[in-house]
């Protein structure tokens, strides 16, 4: 929402992977950095764009049970996003609706619609190991954090992102570490909290091309202090740059919850 994912990376113009055999011992011997200021613009676009819809399944397991979930979300831009939840039947129309610093969730059990305070934004989302910032994208890796290459990455060959957030930011990370592949998309991203701890581990796999762009459509947050403990999101299918009603991103389409 994944997010993250919230959590992302970048593709660069959608490349496919590997390099022509030719070439690949050049690559190996000189690798060029990316360029870190373009990675982390797409990285913030990356699942998002202008405008997008995409449906989602999100799997949380704990040490007790596992509980599954089906989702549609619409986005557009950075301040507006819309979340319902499809599946299982005793969740379907359970809703989050994101308007510049505004949150709200609707609940159809109660009919009720409850706006959520900044200080809940960090707080779990529905139950998962996602926060509220990371399923409507409020803060912005590019924006937010300085960024440099830290390191070359020999397996899987890539390179790792170092980011620190910025003065005067308010979040929960202090730093977010990424490592990229040959292809500059996503493998690995560990949060870091504002004491300097690791808290959690986002991986991405299964690369699929989903609304023209090639990129991973699976993730999975693993948090640190939690044994057994985690969250999945797959994206199932994805449009981007659509255009989209001008209600989509108001209450009564928030309790409509389609």
């Known amino acids: 929402m994944p997010i993250r994912p919230v959590c992302a990376a970048a593709i660069a113009a959608f490349m496919t992977f590997g390099v022509p055999s030719g070439s690949a011992a050049r690559v190996q011997q000189h690798?060029?950095?990316?360029?870190?200021?373009?990675?982390?613009?797409?990285?913030?676009?990356l699942y998002r764009s202008k405008s997008s819809i995409a449906r989602m399944e999100v799997i949380v397991t704990s040490p007790r049970s596992t509980r599954?979930?089906?989702l549609k979300a619409w986005t557009r831009g950075e301040d507006e996003a819309l979340i319902v939840i499809e599946a299982p039947p005793r969740e379907e129309g359970t809703a989050t609706l994101?308007?510049?610093?505004?949150?709200?969730?609707f609940l159809p059990r109660i009919a009720r619609t409850i706006r959520v305070p900044p200080s809940m934004m960090?707080?779990?989302?529905?139950?998962?190991?996602?926060t509220n910032d990371d399923l409507v994208k409020e803060s912005s890796m590019h924006k937010d954090f300085a960024s440099r290459i830290d390191r070359r990455s020999d397996a899987p060959q890539g390179w790792w992102l170092r980011l620190d957030v910025r003065p005067g930011i308010v979040g929960r990370w202090a730093r977010?570490?990424?490592?990229l592949d040959e292809a500059e998309l996503p493998v690995e991203e560990h949060h870091f909290d504002r004491k300097g701890r690791l808290a959690r581990v986002i991986t991405f796999d299964e690369i699929k091309t989903l609304g023209g762009r090639r990129l991973p459509s699976h993730m999975t947050l693993t948090p640190v202090d939690?044994?057994?403990q985690r969250t999945e999101m797959r994206y199932l299918e994805a449009?981007?740059?659509v255009a989209l009603p001008d209600d989509t991103f108001s209450l009564s389409r928030l309790?409509?919850?389609?």
């Open 98 to 105: 994101r308007v510049g610093a505004n949150l709200w969730n």
């Open 176 to 179: 977010i570490d990424i490592l």
């Open 239 to 241: 449009q981007f740059n």
């Open 68 to 70: 599954t979930m089906r």
């Open 255 to 258: 309790e409509r919850g389609k």
């Open 31 to 45: 690798p060029t950095p990316p360029d870190v200021d373009a990675v982390l613009a797409r990285l913030d676009d």
């Open 122 to 130: 960090l707080g779990s989302w529905m139950g998962t190991d996602f």
């Open 226 to 228: 939690t044994p057994g």
